[in-house]
């Protein structure tokens, strides 16, 4: 009875110690932007069972001394390693009812600037310019600025729209309208007339990377 008894206590206290579940690697930490969130999957895929708690936020506003990795697109113009993964193209769109099919560096600059405020001034219908950018502190926004516009401030006339998937809605639904969108955002309800620059898909990492965030890293360049 005794033996029978000692066994079950080192059956039961088996069972106990089996049962108690494994300590978990703390979530991978991950801020983007919305123009990089397409990448977004692939980092998904590539972090395996690992889990990944992401986070939205504005270019400016990325803070990598709270996160292990963060994705933008651009020059990150930061001191901590940066990786490309990929390149996009920073597009002027506009409504496919529109007649124009390109834009020239200059119309481009009027447009945004509000030195042109009618299509009939670019070739086009006698109509308004409705221009939509995104606000200032967004990466897509910020290389625009610099690239398109070298500096000048957009028209004050302006409308924000918060996020790509709004701007392509803005622009497919007024004739007049004129924005801009990343081709990896850009839907068949918007037409392409010019393309402001070819830019980097970045990872950034608050240091150098180690175990995991550096696996990912690989596995996104390949």
Same mark, same amino acid.
């Given at each position: ?46 972090? %395996? !069972?690992?889990? #990944?708690?992401?986070?939205? +936020?504005? &270019? ?9 990795? *963060? ?62 950018v995104f606000v200032a502190g967004e990466d ?9 516009? %070298? !500096?000048?401030? #957009?028209?004050?006339?302006? +409308?924000? &729209? ?9 622009? *497919? ?50």
């Amino acid at each position: 009875m005794k033996k029978f008894c000692f066994l079950l206590f080192v059956f039961s206290l088996s069972a106990c110690v089996s049962a108690t579940p494994a300590p978990q690697a703390a979530p991978l930490r991950v801020q983007y932007t919305f123009t990089a969130q397409p990448w977004l999957a692939d980092m998904y895929d590539c972090a %395996g !069972g690992n889990v #990944v708690s992401a986070e939205l +936020r504005a &270019a400016e506003y990325l803070d990598l001394s709270s996160v292990d990795l *963060a994705l933008r697109i651009g020059d990150a113009n930061v001191t901590s390693p940066t990786y490309q993964i990929d390149t996009d193209e920073i597009l002027v769109i506009i409504n496919p009812q529109n007649p124009i099919n390109s834009l020239t560096a200059d119309e481009v600059l009027g447009l945004f600037t509000g030195s042109i405020q009618n299509w009939q001034e670019v070739n086009s219908d006698d109509a308004p310019v409705q221009v939509w950018v995104f606000v200032a502190g967004e990466d897509v926004q910020q290389i625009f600025a610099q690239t398109a516009l %070298g !500096g000048a401030p #957009v028209t004050s006339l302006a +409308r924000l &729209a918060p996020g790509p998937e709004e701007m392509a809605q803005a622009i *497919a639904e007024d004739v007049n309208a004129v924005g801009i969108l990343t081709q990896s955002w850009k839907a068949e309800n918007v037409s392409a007339v010019y393309t402001v620059a070819i830019v980097p898909v970045l990872v950034l990492s608050p240091d150098e990377p180690q175990g995991i965030s550096n696996d990912i890293i690989a596995c996104l360049q390949k």
